[in-house]
T-cell receptor
Framework: DTGVSQNPRHKITKRGQNVTFRCDPISEHNRLYWYRQTLGQGPEFLTY????????KSRLLSDRFSAERPKGSFSTLEIQRTEQGDSAMYLCASSPEPQGFSGANVLTFGAGSRLTVL | RKEVEQDPGPFNVPEGATVAFNCTYSNSASQSFFWYRQDCRKEPKLLMS???SGNEDGRFTAQLNRASQYISLLIRDSKLSDSATYLC???????????FGAGTRLFVKA
């Protein structure tokens, strides 16, 4: 297994176009996260899947954003009618089921998909 | 108020120095705590988990104060290779929602 894979690595698009990013998590990980990161900021939580179920969505995720994980394996993040403010690095992370009482889980990130909206 | 707050820095220190980073979190339901490291234009990677009793990994020491909702990271004998952004991370019970701070930038100079 080569870790978390994200495609495409870079996407330049014109305002108003739709874009889709794909994430392939580590195969034995049942949890998958999407984050957005802009320059000088930490990753901002967008959404989270356990297997195929989307369990939480951030208020940052407007109606133009949708994420799926249809078979509990890979995930896609689609942004419709892109705006210049959507320009950011979109990071995917996966983790196994937490171990122990505390439920601590460690996220492994992919290299990210950088979106530039012109 | 952000759920996880860090001093953004940057911290500029000479090689061999000791440097400490602080982090506060606002949600008392937070259950698990971590420090991640992020190099320029790279993805975040786990540096260490933070346990209630405090823990050490080589030159790195992490402390947690649940009463004050405060986490710290101490780096001793700084190396040039320690230059990076250090992200404070908290996770709620069950690990469902993992929140990152904005990060503290560290520059270690020769």
């Amino acid at each position: 297994d080569t870790g978390v894979s994200q495609n495409p690595r870079h996407k330049i698009t014109k305002r108003g176009q739709n874009v889709t990013f794909r994430c392939d998590p580590i195969s034995e990980h049942n949890r998958l996260y999407w984050y957005r990161q802009t320059l000088g900021q930490g990753p901002e939580f967008l959404t989270y899947f356990q297997n195929e179920a989307q369990l939480e969505k951030s208020r940052l995720l407007s109606d133009r954003f949708s994420a799926e994980r249809p078979k509990g394996s890979f995930s896609t993040l689609e942004i419709q009618r892109t705006e210049q403010g959507d320009s950011a690095m979109y990071l995917c992370a996966s983790s196994p089921e937490p171990q122990g009482f505390s439920g601590a889980n460690v996220l492994t990130f992919g290299a990210g998909s950088r979106l530039t909206v012109l | 108020r952000k759920e996880v707050e860090q001093d953004p820095g940057p911290f500029n220190v000479p090689e061999g120095a000791t440097v400490a980073f602080n982090c506060t979190y606002s949600n008392s339901a937070s259950q698990s705590f971590f420090w991640y490291r992020q190099d320029c234009r790279k993805e975040p990677k786990l540096l260490m988990s933070v346990y209630s009793s405090g823990n050490e990994d080589g030159r790195f020491t992490a402390q947690l104060n649940r009463a004050s909702q405060y986490i710290s990271l101490l780096i001793r004998d700084s190396k040039l290779s320690d230059s990076a952004t250090y992200l404070c991370v908290v996770s709620r019970t069950g690990g469902f929602k993992t929140i990152f701070g904005a990060g503290t930038r560290l520059f270690v100079k020769a």
